[in-house]
């Protein structure tokens, strides 16, 4: 089976005509062009293939309407699952550009060696992303992703340094 990527998850619907709200999981706007095939992940490893035929943006979030899904009714059970593209729907990226998929899981350590914790997600709250690092011990630690802090991104090896700015780790 070929390799899926989150782009979107379905977390309601919105009016009676089948649109969907979505949480974005992606930086690219094409992703919920007009034409653009997603995979529906269901339950069990089901999957589907979507055909995005509408797409606006409402309040913050996406919404998006589906090739044949024209009533609530038919988007009600969509509820709660992810949407993904396959590996061949990949972009490439700039040098310093990665995907999610290949920051969460990666080691973080500390310029001087001790190691932080390991990113569990990433947040886009507006001008610059942030990387949630699950510590060992303790609360989460929030790391933005910014040129001051994160110093080397070695995707290869899962291993991200960063040097912390004051209070980053209070």
């Known amino acids: 089976m070929t390799q899926t990527f989150n782009v979107g998850k379905i977390v309601n619907t919105h009016g009676i005509k089948g649109e969907v709200k979505v949480q974005r999981i992606t930086d690219f706007d094409d992703r919920f062009a007009i034409g653009t095939r997603l995979i529906l992940e269901k339950e069990h490893g089901q999957t589907e293939e979507l055909e995005i035929d509408g797409y606006r943006i409402h309040k913050g979030f996406d919404l998006i309407h589906f090739k044949g899904y024209e009533t609530i009714n038919d988007v009600e059970p969509l509820k709660g699952f992810y949407l993904k593209i396959t590996e061949n729907q990949l972009?490439?990226?700039?040098?310093?550009?990665?995907?999610?998929?290949?920051?969460?899981?990666?080691?973080?350590?500390?310029?001087?060696?001790?190691?932080?914790?390991?990113?569990?997600?990433?947040?886009?709250?507006?001008?610059?992303?942030?990387?949630?690092?699950?510590?060992?011990?303790?609360?989460?630690?929030?790391?933005?992703?910014?040129?001051?802090?994160?110093k080397e991104v070695d995707v290869s090896s899962k291993k991200v340094v960063i040097e912390p700015m004051e209070g980053l780790l209070d």
Do not use: M, Q
Not at 121 to 148: C, F, H, M, Q, S
């Open 91 to 150: 972009t490439e990226l700039n040098d310093g550009e990665f995907y999610y998929h290949e920051i969460i899981g990666c080691s973080v350590y500390l310029t001087n060696g001790d190691k932080l914790g390991i990113i569990k997600e990433i947040l886009a709250p507006g001008a610059n992303d942030v990387w949630v690092v699950r510590r060992e011990e303790g609360k989460d630690v929030l790391i933005p992703y910014i040129e001051d802090v994160v």
